[in-house]
């Protein structure tokens, strides 16, 4: 299974930008998704996730009602839809796939990186004031 993340760019506070993510060598449809993104001199932390049939989305707090995640399982592609961008959303973005779906409504494994195992190579998101 191959992922390839697409669409950052350089883009001024308060605009927007959709990133996507295509997958290749198996359905999407088997695989949880999810995003996470990496500032310099930071750790890698969850952004956003959603569920194999695209019912559920779970989002960090610092994103939320700014960002949309959606998927489209026929077109093999997950997209994160991001508005109102921030400076502080400055980031190299990572679309991030595991086999298997949310477990339990208390459970937040889905935000931990280790729980992954397919990544794609990352695209840059930088927002300028």
């Known amino acids: 299974v191959q992922l390839q993340a697409s669409g950052g760019g350089l883009v001024k506070a308060g605009g927007s930008l959709r990133l996507s993510c295509a997958v290749s060598?198996?359905?999407?449809?088997?695989?949880?998704m999810a995003w996470f993104r990496q500032a310099p001199g930071k750790e890698r932390e969850f952004v956003t996730a959603i569920s194999r049939d695209g019912s559920t989305q779970y989002y960090a707090d610092s994103v939320k009602g700014r960002f949309t995640i959606s998927r489209d399982n026929a077109k093999n592609t997950m997209y994160v839809q991001m508005n109102s961008l921030k400076p502080e959303d400055t980031a190299v973005y990572y679309c991030?796939?595991?086999?298997?779906?949310?477990?339990?409504?208390?459970?937040?494994?889905?935000?931990?990186?280790?729980?992954?195992?397919?990544w794609g190579q990352g695209t840059q998101v930088t927002v300028f004031s």
């Open positions: 991030a796939g595991r086999l298997g779906d949310f477990v339990g409504s208390g459970n937040k494994d889905f935000e931990s990186p280790q729980r992954y195992v397919y």
């Open positions: 060598g198996r359905s999407l449809s088997w695989y949880l």
